[in-house]
C-alpha cells in the first residue's frame, strides 16, 4: 500500500490506527483472505511433512489417518472405505471454496490491475 493514502487520511482528521482500519485494511483485505485460503489449501494438503514430522498419534492430521486405514486385517485394503473417506475430508475444502470464492478471485485479480 502506498504512504500517500495513510497520510491522506491523517490530513483528514485520522489518528494512525483510524487511517489503517478505515483504509489500508479494507484496500489490503482481498489479498490477505486470498493468501489466507491459498495457505490453508497447501496445509490441508501437505502430506510428506505431516507423515515425517510429527510423531504425536494425537496430533496427526485427517490425511495422514486415513494413509493409515487398514481393513480388519493386515493384509487387507478396504479401498472403498479409504476413498469414502477421502471424499469426506475434501468436503469442508471445497464448501470453504465455493464461499469465499468470490475473495478468491478478487485478491487474485486485484495485484494485476491498476
Not at 468436503?91 to 478471485?105: E, G, T
Request: charge should be neutral; glycine fraction near 8%.
Amino acid at each position: 500500500m502506498p504512504d500517500e493514502l495513510e497520510q491522506a487520511a491523517m490530513i483528514d482528521g485520522c489518528s494512525p490506527a483510524q487511517a489503517f482500519r478505515k483504509i489500508i485494511l479494507p484496500l489490503a483485505a482481498p489479498g490477505i483472505f486470498t493468501t489466507a485460503i491459498i495457505v490453508f489449501i497447501g496445509a490441508w494438503n501437505e502430506f510428506l511433512v505431516a507423515v515425517t514430522m510429527i510423531n504425536d498419534p494425537t496430533m496427526e492430521p485427517a490425511t495422514v489417518l486415513l494413509s493409515k486405514f487398514t481393513g480388519a486385517s493386515q493384509f487387507n485394503t478396504p479401498f472403498g472405505s479409504q476413498m469414502a473417506a477421502g471424499v469426506i475430508m475434501t468436503v469442508p475444502l471445497v464448501i470453504m471454496v465455493l464461499v469465499f470464492q468470490r475473495r478468491i478471485v478478487a485478491g487474485l485479480a486485484a495485484g494485476g490491475t491498476k
